[in-house]
């Protein structure tokens, strides 16, 4: 009887926690992204489905010698990471260990780390219209990427939603303002704060410094 009152107890006590934030996952993962482009996790749509063309795998060693694991997305026991830098910018670390880079490549890549097969596979490549700002692992190991896709008028904020054992990712944007843009020389989210440790050559070099090109 004692057994069964604990239990109904337990279960009372449950009902009054309130629920967990169904998108807590996003404010921790794409919190500082959301709020430097002052934008709204549920205001982003689905607007678009597509299917993956082809699959790019490469061996991967492992994070000793790579320059680029500092600044790698983990996911909640660091057994994947995803990597949104070393395809397109050049990074180099100083006699002093800080870090510099003299820019990026236009196309960018997502690729996903596998640390027990020793693999990254390419699970997103775009041109010069793309610019992937931040990525998050979902509660299900889902991978949101966010950033922007260049339009008409300028850069629209932009998520893209892939499951890892899927051969589909989705692109959904932003509902909430469907004409807000940013112009090139607002998007700075990579080099004012996910890689504010990296001195970006924008910031050193004055015939550069209010060159627009995003970051």
């Known amino acids: 009887m004692n057994r069964l009152l604990y239990l109904l107890t337990f279960l009372a006590c449950q009902a ?3 629920a967990e934030d169904p998108y807590e996952w996003a404010e921790k993962g794409l919190g500082d992204w959301l709020d430097y482009y002052e934008l709204d996790f549920e205001s982003f749509e689905k607007a ?3 299917e993956k063309p082809y699959e790019v795998t490469y061996d991967y060693d492992g994070t000793k010698d790579d320059l680029y694991s500092d600044f790698y ?3 909640a026991d660091s057994t994947k990471a995803i990597d949104l830098d070393s395809y397109h910018l050049h990074i180099a670390k100083k006699d002093d260990g800080t870090y510099y880079s003299k820019g990026r490549e236009p196309d960018m890549e997502v690729g996903l780390i596998d640390f027990a097969n020793k693999i990254k596979r390419r699970v997103l490549f775009c041109g010069t219209p793309c ?8 509660p299900e190991e889902n991978i949101v990427i966010a950033g922007h896709v ?3 008028s300028g850069y629209k904020p932009v998520l893209w939603i892939m499951s890892t054992k899927e051969s589909f990712f989705e692109q959904h944007e932003y509902a909430a303002d469907r004409q807000l843009v940013h112009l090139p020389r607002e998007i700075r ?3 004012d704060i996910r890689l504010s440790e ?3 050559w924008h910031e050193e070099e004055e015939p550069y ?3 627009d090109v995003p970051l």
């Not at 610019?131 to 979902?138: K, Q, T, V």
């Open 131 to 138: 610019i992937f700002e931040e990525a998050a692992f979902d």
């Open 16 to 18: 009054c926690v309130p």
């Open 73 to 75: 997305i983990y996911n």
């Open 209 to 211: 410094r209010n060159l």
């Open 150 to 152: 260049e339009n008409d």
């Open 198 to 200: 990296v001195t970006f």
């Open 48 to 50: 678009h489905r597509f």
């Open 189 to 191: 989210y990579i080099s």
